[in-house]
């Protein structure tokens, strides 16, 4: 019976790690990979005492001072199920079973996925959800960006080092998020933004060759050899049965990052607080940790 389990090691589920470990907590981290949503950002502008990091290097310091203090790691693991019962908290996975008095749920946002034709057949053979994974493969290639918002931007600002060009699908009339990576997209000179289009269909053979889209009342075909679908992100959530959630499926936390369910935190992006941000999760991580500590601190 550990004192905390934290599901989840991106920038809140490392912090609150960091914090537990202070507090000489028995824990234990489970968690599918290392740095979650921030070790697929580009270039970090915004992250205090950083004026530029990139997202996997800022992954690699987080993943450094989280093992400094030794912590229990069970990476690579998915888990199935996570809530209370009559003898506290229980964490089933697809490899084992975990028990704790109390839990921090930081599992973070998985990518929306576009729903057209061709898809599923193209993932990984062309398409793609992470620019900085996966966007030095498509060194001189003619690329699309699908989405408007940061995450969109900050891919296409990625490609436009690797691209031969770079296509936005954007299905507003004009594109969205911070406004000092809007006015680099639209000053470049090997991009070109399709506003109030949507993509129809992904083409291809063995690997993509095309994309179909539905700009305005015209249908296009680009002939692209990448794909990179930055549309947004879903709350990862689903495991947690038993918390409350809003309608986008976002976990409900008070300010002590408190869940319904007594014991059960959260933190981060799959939680209801309003801005994801690399440096709001990570703060939030700290906040439940020591919510989790006093819980367990004032238990009888």
Request: with cysteine.
């Amino acid at each position: 019976m550990h004192d905390l389990i934290i599901i989840g090691a991106g920038p809140a589920g490392i912090t609150a790690s960091v914090y537990a470990s202070r507090k000489k907590m028995d824990f234990l981290v489970i968690t599918q990979d290392i740095g979650g949503q921030a070790a697929w950002s580009g270039d970090i502008e915004n992250y205090t005492g950083y004026q530029f990091i990139t997202g996997p290097e800022l992954t690699a310091k987080f993943e450094e001072h989280m093992k400094k203090y030794g912590s229990i790691v069970k990476e690579g693991e998915e888990v199935l199920e996570a809530g209370r019962d009559s003898d506290g908290i229980r964490v089933k996975t697809a490899k084992d079973e975990y028990r704790a008095k109390t839990l921090i749920i930081a599992s973070g946002k998985v990518s929306r996925e576009l729903g057209v034709p061709g898809e599923k057949e193209f993932k990984n053979r062309g398409l793609t959800y992470c620019a900085t994974c996966d966007g030095p493969l498509f060194s001189a290639k003619d690329v699309a960006v699908i989405g408007g918002g940061n995450s969109a931007l900050d891919a296409a600002l990625q490609l436009v080092k690797i691209a031969r060009s770079v296509h936005i699908i954007n299905n507003t009339g004009r594109l969205g998020g911070d406004a000092v990576m809007r006015e680099k997209i639209e000053a470049h000179p090997i991009v070109r933004i399709y506003n109030n289009a949507t993509v129809t269909a992904i083409i291809g053979d063995t690997f993509v060759k095309a994309i179909r889209l539905r700009a305005g009342e015209k249908n296009v075909e680009l002939a692209v050899q990448g794909v990179f679908v930055e549309i947004g992100l879903v709350p990862n959530s689903g495991f947690a049965k038993d918390v409350e959630k809003n309608s986008l499926g976002e976990i409900r936390v008070n300010c002590r990052n408190e869940t319904s369910v007594p014991g059960i935190f959260a933190a981060g992006d799959v939680t209801d607080v309003p801005e994801k941000q690399i440096i709001i999760a990570a703060g939030e991580g700290s906040k439940a940790a020591l919510a989790a500590f006093k819980y367990i601190s004032h238990a009888r």
